[in-house]
């Protein structure tokens, strides 16, 4: 990479920021369309995110990503929140504005979407329940998707239910119903479901694994599961023993990065074997 007077600026700020995957994601990028820019990690400890925001277009940065804790403390700081991201309440792209006001948007569900699209491109939204297990802030931004996308009833289940009835409360629709349950139902509304989505950090590395009962989802609901890392966890070796069609939760996140980096960097990009290959690698890598 040659950085030059006129290389644009973009990056990732959280606290810690290390384990981000984005730098990559953004490097490859920008090699493969040779754009004169750069993506920085940007270490910023929480009680400095508005003033670390308030001075990207002092610094000529076109914008950043926000990753944890960053995506809901930049709410109140940005100066305009596009609706999608006031609903899921977080925002993981911001971007500089030409009169240097702060945009911000949040691309998960963007990015979820998308990976909908092209994994399981013939699944039909309104024809079944859909089954999300978690109500964290990805969940809001899965939920918020499934929504958009036409789903007509999602089967929310949490540990914390308080966290589900908020989470029903802020996304639910005229036409998209959300229904609330307990751990101890999660076999039993999976019945009759046409998605189920893991959404939960069970699973994830280091995390304690989830073992779910699959006995009563009907073998056509395709099973996504948005931990990426280890790509194949537990819940998609079983589903994918049973016969489902199984997504890891690589898609998602390649994807989530594709309108920041339009925005910023003036190209359109896609999310390729190749990208996903050196993604991948970087995964098995011991960090
Ligand atoms: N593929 C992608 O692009 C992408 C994007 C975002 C996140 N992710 C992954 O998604 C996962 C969740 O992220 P998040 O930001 O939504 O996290 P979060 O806001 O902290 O939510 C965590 C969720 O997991 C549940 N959970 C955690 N430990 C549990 C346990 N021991 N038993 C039962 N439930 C448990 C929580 O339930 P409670 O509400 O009861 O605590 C909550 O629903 C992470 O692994 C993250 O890496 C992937």
Redesign the pocket.
Known sequence: MKITGTTRLAGIMGWPVAHSRSPLLHGFWLEETGIDGAYVPLPVRPENVAEALRALPVLGFRGCNLT?PH?QLALAVVDRVEPLARRIGAVNTVIVAPDGKLMAWNT?AF??RE?LRETVPDWDPAARPVVV?????????VVAALSDAGVVEIRLV???IS??DALARDLATTATRISVHA?SEVSAVQRGAGLLV???????AG??PLDLDLSQLPLSAPVID????PLETGLLAAARQRGHVVV?????????GRPGFEAWFGAPVRVTAELRAAMVASLVKPR
């Open positions: 944890i995506k998960d990015g979820f990976n297990l978690g109500a964290g802030g990805s969940a809001r931004a949490n540990r914390t966290r589900a751990w893991n959404t939960t950090s069970l699973g994830m995390e304690p948005i931990v990426y890392v890891d939760g690589l898609g998602m996140l390649l994807h989530q």
